[in-house]
């Protein structure tokens, strides 16, 4: 991965360092880096099945399907990866980029948390870090890094990269929303109105009911990751337990309070995604 220096080599050396303290499986290994007049290069192992947003970028004609157990299994890997790094570590790491470009798949389709340019490191008895400015990917980053009056910045605004990462994956009837009278729709509202109306998450009539149960939890729990109250939303420990099912009921939370003023400032002026809402 060769890139040009930014800000003084600064993200190049804190990716290093960074890497280079984390040993977990679902974190990209640090093999080497070196560094050529302008140019710095990190070394990681090959990842043969690139990076995740290849099998779920719907508007990419051929893009490989992933099956509901596949999703299910990357989606364990990624939070676990995400917990040990807010966990696991003498150090809290703070990602603040958790998106699908930056989930590398290997040959067995293990998912590897990759890119720590942004990342920054604090004393584990900090919960509440200061950032001098906003960091993180339009539509997955979390909304008190864009307006601080929201709440307080912490390890939660990963937990927000996680569910909308989630959200993005639960994107399976994209044909279904633009049969819908409204073809312009918050995604998460939508699943949200589901529930509410005792509907099936999973509209595919091959889906089979262990399918069906288990699009019905991954939304419930990508619904709790995204609340836009940092305080709502659960610790990555708490996600695992979910995903694994060590919490046997699962909560409707309350419906994401994303007002439109903040969508439109993460979004930016001239910046769209498809994952914040839907013209179809």
Request: hydrophobic content about 40%; charged content about 20%.
């Amino acid at each position: 991965m060769l890139s040009k220096p930014k800000a003084g080599g600064q993200d190049f050396m804190n990716e290093v360092a960074t890497i280079g303290r984390i040993h977990h499986v679902n974190v990209v290994g640090l093999v080497g880096y070196c560094v050529e007049g302008t140019i710095r290069a990190l070394v990681y192992d090959f990842m043969s099945n690139g990076s995740l947003d290849k099998y779920i970028n719907t508007s990419q004609e051929g893009s490989p399907l992933l099956s509901w157990q596949r999703k299910y299994d990357i989606i364990l890997g990624v939070a676990r990866g995400i917990g040990y790094l807010h966990r696991g570590c003498d150090v809290w790491i703070l990602h603040f980029d958790i998106k699908p470009h930056n989930i590398l798949l290997d040959e067995n389709f293990i998912p590897k948390i990759s890119d720590f340019g942004l990342a920054k490191l604090y004393p584990t008895d900090n919960s509440i870090v200061n950032l001098t400015a906003a960091r993180g990917t339009i539509g997955y980053v979390a909304p008190e890094l864009i307006s601080r009056s929201i709440g307080a910045i912490s390890y939660k605004a990963d937990v927000y990269s996680f569910g909308m990462l989630l959200m993005e994956m639960l994107d399976l009837n994209r044909h279904e929303v633009a049969n819908e009278e409204n073809s312009s729709q918050y995604f998460p509202y939508y699943i949200y109105d589901k529930f509410n109306k005792g509907k099936e998450i999973v509209a595919d009539e091959e889906a089979n009911d262990d399918e069906k149960k288990m699009a019905r939890k991954l939304s419930l729990v990508a619904l709790w990751c995204i609340q836009t109250n940092p305080i709502q939303r659960p610790s990555m420990s708490r996600v695992l337990k979910m995903l694994e099912g060590e919490v046997e009921v699962i909560e409707v939370p309350p419906q994401p309070l994303q007002s439109q003023r903040i969508v439109h400032q993460m979004m930016g002026s001239s910046m769209t995604f498809r994952l914040i809402q839907w013209h179809c």
